[in-house]
């Protein structure tokens, strides 16, 4: 068809548009015979728009049809864009693309209608198809000189530009409340990400149903903002920023960025695993080490305040208060929730536990001091004039060094193996040494009725081990004011102090048992004594029940009159208690003065021959301790 057909064409079909048909008279029906019959309503031909029109009602994927159609035409008739039609396409061309331009950059416009922005992603699509087309008849024929367009990577360059306008205008972005406080820097940073999360929000809602799924308009927008937010985000550490102004940094980089992608809305529809993080290690780095360096600094200073203001009361004379029957210090209650602040603060601004771990060797350092204190505290407390509560003291440290015990044993994750027995070891010391400060007045109180054990008047009387039982039972009475793991583990140590010294005075052979009577006798007080002593720690919490076992032997020993049932007794001893020792056998023995040189060194020999025969490993310890002269 020439040229002048196709125009005779195009005003016909103008002429009837929007033109009913109607049907010849001579074909209609005969109203008067056939009323009763209804005209069928017959709908007119569908409107023929102009390029101009489509453009006008935002048709632009039928106007981008209209010129494939003209190109398709005009390169049947010549090749070269010399043509005046040529030049007719490619100026139309451009106002498409205006018209399609103007489509995209109203995609976040909430009055925009998604109808428009679809129709133009149609075009965009279409003209990629084109320029597929065209590469495919290369072989065939030379293209137009405007293939290909490469509409889609126009496309992408236009929405890279729109992300980029937007995150930069902070006219269209109101902060929200509660920032009124922020620094310059935290406020830009709120409102970048506000941006981001509004318009993905739109994205994902409204934009992602205007586009075909391969072309994942949903992770390509994610991908651009991540992309514009990052590079933001490094032209603001370029800048020496204050210590609040880089941790706020992290947190958006390690927290609230990665939170606010992983919302419900977001996470079926973008590739969060794909964009990687905000920021390269390279430029966090210099930020975490200054926020470890000031953490270290700040953890510290607390510390320090923390322990200056104990060692301050002590020297006060302030004694420490009662709280449910133990001593309150604040040690323990300020210092431990500081610590785990600090170490949980670490590792979700740097998003690593290694970082946790700085902040945690910290506290090895606090324990040393601690120590260096409580050991003060001990020793002037000799000194006169020196402070009356320092007793109160070292019991309420106690408390706050128990409390340190458990968080170290709760919290393996954070300390590592070397850090956290270091800490322990000096928990244990300091329990160790306050255990022995707080017993040793008990001891120096006893010590007469201690004088009395393993003597005459022991055998004959138990007068001296009721009072022994009375003194002993009034220092319980003023050991109160520990927490319940302490008074167990002080009870456990004074059940073996007290124990220990029981033997002591007992084989120091202050009497002869001269007899089977005598003998017996001794044997039945040691088994009373001990009953009695068992019980009344045991009622206090101590955990050494087995300390009656070293004194039943005892006993057995005493009574024993056959030499090889002494042998196979002392064996049984020296099997469940490997620290025995030929001192402690041969004194022992003494307390037997009927018992001959040869008899005694038979057992002796013994027990010596089967001391080198056996390892006597997994035995306890008790006799070591007891020294004998």
Not at 45 to 55: A, H, R, S
Not at 193 to 222: F, Q, S, T
Not at 242 to 250: A, G, I, N, Q, R
Not at 381 to 408: D, H, Q, T
Request: charged fraction near 30%.
């Amino acid at each position: 068809m020439d040229s002048k057909n196709q125009s005779s064409v195009r005003t016909f079909l103008r002429h009837l548009q929007g033109t009913p048909f109607r049907i010849p008279k001579k074909f209609r029906r005969n109203s008067t015979s056939q009323s009763n019959v209804v005209d069928a309503p017959v709908a007119p031909i569908e409107e023929v728009l102009t390029f101009e029109q489509n453009l006008d009602r935002g048709f632009l994927s039928t106007a981008g049809k209209q010129l494939l159609s003209r190109e398709e035409l005009m390169f049947g008739q010549r090749s070269t864009k010399e043509t005046e039609e040529g030049k007719h396409i490619d100026r139309d061309w451009e106002t498409l693309y205006a018209k399609i331009k103007e489509a995209l950059r109203a995609t976040f416009n909430p009055e925009n209608i998604p109808e428009v922005l679809t129709s133009a992603v149609e075009a965009i699509q279409q003209e990629e198809e084109q320029d597929r087309r065209w590469e495919e008849r290369r072989q065939s024929g030379d293209p137009p000189t405007w293939r290909p367009r490469r509409c889609r990577h126009l496309h992408e360059s236009l929405l890279r530009g729109m992300v980029d306008e937007r995150l930069d205008d902070d006219k269209i972005t109101p902060l929200p409340q509660g920032t009124e406080k922020l620094s310059s820097v935290q406020k830009d940073i709120v409102r970048m990400a506000k941006r981001l999360k509004d318009d993905l929000l739109r994205v994902v809602e409204v934009v992602k149903g205007c586009y075909p799924d391969e072309m994942d308009i949903c992770n390509v927008y994610a991908s651009m903002y991540h992309q514009a937010f990052s590079s933001r985000l490094r032209d603001v550490v370029e800048f020496e920023l204050c210590e609040k102004d880089s941790s706020y940094v992290l947190q958006w980089v390690n927290i609230y960025y990665p939170q606010m992608l992983k919302k419900q809305e977001f996470i079926k529809e973008i590739n969060f695993e794909k964009l990687g993080k905000l920021l390269p290690e390279a430029v966090t780095k210099p930020l975490e080490e200054q926020y470890i360096t000031f953490k270290q600094e700040e953890m510290q200073r607390q510390m320090g305040r923390i322990l200056s203001q104990e060692e301050q009361a002590w020297r006060d004379g302030v004694e420490p208060e009662l709280r449910h029957g133990c001593y309150y210090s604040h040690l323990a209650f300020d210092l431990l929730p500081c610590v785990s602040g600090a170490i949980e603060s670490a590792e979700a601004i740097l998003g690593d536990r290694k970082n946790g771990h700085r902040i945690a060797s910290l506290l090895k350092n606090f324990l040393d001091s601690f120590k260096k204190f409580q050991d003060d505290v001990q020793a002037k407390c000799k000194i006169r004039g020196s402070p009356k509560n320092s007793r109160a003291v070292v019991m309420a440290n106690l408390n706050s060094v128990e409390l340190v015990r458990v968080y170290l044993e709760g919290r393996a994750d954070i300390f590592s193996g070397d850090e956290r027995t270091f800490c322990l070891s000096i928990v244990a010391a300091m329990k160790t040494s306050s255990y022995e400060f707080v017993l040793s007045p008990v001891h120096i109180d006893l010590k007469p009725t201690y004088r009395n054990l393993g003597t005459k008047d022991w055998l004959k009387m138990e007068c001296g081990f009721e009072k022994l039982l009375e003194g002993i039972g009034k220092h319980i009475e003023d050991l109160r004011g520990l927490n319940s793991v302490c008074h167990q583990e002080l009870m456990s140590q004074l059940h073996l102090e007290v124990s220990m010294e029981y033997v002591r005075r007992l084989l120091k052979g202050k009497i002869a048992l001269k007899n089977k009577d005598m003998q017996e006798r001794a044997a039945e007080v040691v088994c009373g004594n001990c009953q009695r002593l068992h019980k009344v720690f045991l009622s206090e919490g101590s955990s050494h029940a087995w300390l009656s076992e070293p004194l039943t032997y005892i006993a057995e020993v005493i009574k024993l009159q056959d030499v090889n049932s002494l042998q196979l007794e002392i064996a049984s001893l020296a099997l469940s208690y490997p620290d025995l020792s030929e001192k402690h056998v041969a004194a022992l023995l003494n307390l037997k003065s009927n018992l001959s040189k040869d008899d005694r060194n038979r057992v002796k020999s013994a027990f010596l021959d089967r001391l080198s025969e056996s390892s006597c490993s997994g035995g306890k310890s008790f006799f070591s301790r007891i020294v004998v002269k």
